[in-house]
């Protein structure tokens, strides 16, 4: 087949980015040619899975002002080159919210489009209410404006409340997701969670799949952990969960913590370390490249994933599993799509005695943690590049017998 994709940007750094290179890699070695439209070039070109990368700034214009529609146009022009030139049997949409160039691509070929993140299914970004500290179940919508007035869900980077016309704003945004959902050949969403947000925020059912998002194999030379060592890696932000994980420390007090990530809340949980006497059994390592972040993960007994808000899917845990190391999570979002009871321990979102008890367990049980750590890298072996290539080719194949051109 000859296929396109289309994000906003291609060097693999980004947690999309790096799940397009894998998905393009992964359709390349199946025989498959795969080019790529972006806003920017900025791949290094060696060792390229696409055959061709068309940067096509315009295309990505998505600000409503004066130059709106001659970017619109210009980008258009620019995509219809593209076509004619490739003839691609099918598209493959990430990161791209422009509506006139998602639906020029919808009306003239089958159309797959990705759920990576709940931006696409929420205004506030994260399905998570900040002040009741529980996953939200509102439907989206202007109810949305009510949620965020009581709980301070929609905030900005630097975690302080939007203004009121930026929340509308981002709430507006929900009705364009649900018409590109609705008028894409597939839906391919990353959990089977993320699967019902999307769902529920259209009506629309016929057109969702699940697919998982590809894993590579673990970096690192196996080898044997270091007892009461564990391990947590992501976004220090209050969603995340860390603090919770700094209190557990309180009730193991023989473990030690490695921390790889950084984020906007660190500050304030080294604070709630040291103000628990805590601080000398944590370690902050950073954001670090995925090679040590597999050492750290195979010098560690378990790897903990304290998230509140909804994960979509959970990547952190599956990158544990390929290094055959037991997972102790929170049940938010699609954690529960891959985290079973032979691989590791789930415990409710927030019971903080009960996730220090599922560390506790393991930590002292290094057996049993040894004995889910390889059930959990035998399963972690379906969700690698090329089980991931098998299954979207056989995504693709339907969504070319679903569509059907505008006549």
């Not at 304290?306 to 929170?330: C, D, H, K």
């Not at 891959?338 to 393991?362: H, K, N, Q, Y």
Request: aromatic letters at 6%; charged letters at 20%; proline letters at 7%.
């Amino acid at each position: 087949m000859n296929i396109l994709v289309v994000n906003e940007r291609l060097r693999p750094v980004g947690g999309t980015e790096i799940y397009v290179h894998r998905q393009a890699r992964a359709l390349t070695n199946l025989g498959h040619e795969v080019v790529a439209v972006c806003a920017e070039d900025d791949e290094p070109g060696t060792d390229s899975p696409f055959a061709r990368r068309y940067p096509i700034p315009a295309l990505f214009s998505a600000a409503l002002n004066t130059s709106f529609l001659r970017n619109a146009w210009a980008g258009a022009r620019a995509l219809q080159e593209v076509l004619e030139r490739h003839r691609p049997d099918a598209c493959l949409l990430h990161i791209f919210d422009a509506p006139i160039g998602v639906r020029f691509l919808q009306l003239r070929a089958p159309t797959l489009r990705f759920v990576h993140t709940p931006w696409t299914y929420c205004p506030a970004g994260t399905r998570w209410l900040r002040r009741s500290n529980q996953q939200c179940r509102a439907v989206q919508g202007f109810r949305c404006l009510q949620v965020t007035r009581r709980e301070g869900c929609m905030v900005s980077p630097s975690g302080a409340p939007l203004p009121t016309r930026h929340a509308l704003r981002r709430v507006g945004d929900m009705s364009l997701q649900a018409a590109y959902f609705r008028h894409s050949t597939l839906v391919c969403a990353n959990s089977a969670y993320s699967a019902d947000e999307v769902v529920r925020l259209t009506g629309r059912s016929d057109n969702v799949r699940v697919l998982s998002p590809p894993v590579v194999p673990s970096a690192a030379t196996p080898r044997a952990p270091v007892s009461n060592r564990i391990f947590f890696a992501g976004r220090i932000t209050r969603e995340k969960g860390l603090s919770d994980l700094i209190r557990a420390l309180v009730e193991v007090p023989e473990v030690h913590l490695v921390v790889a990530g950084d984020g906007p809340e660190r500050a304030t949980v080294a604070g709630l370390a040291a103000e628990l006497g805590v601080a000398p059994r944590v370690e902050w390592l950073g954001w670090v490249d995925q090679t040590i972040v597999d050492v750290a993960i195979q010098q560690s007994s378990l790897v903990v994933m304290p998230s509140l808000w909804a994960e979509t899917f959970g990547l952190a845990g599956i990158q544990a599993a390929m290094n055959r190391r037991p997972i102790v999570a929170y049940d938010s979002g699609g954690i529960r799509d891959w985290l079973t009871p032979d691989m590791g321990i789930l415990v409710r979102a927030g019971d903080i005695s009960e996730l220090a008890a599922g560390i506790d367990s393991l930590t002292r049980d290094p057996v049993r943690a040894a004995r889910l750590g390889n059930a959990a890298y035998a399963r972690a072996q379906s969700y690698l590049p090329e089980r991931h290539g098998v299954s979207l080719e056989m995504l693709l194949r339907d969504a070319c017998a679903r569509w059907r051109a505008p006549r």
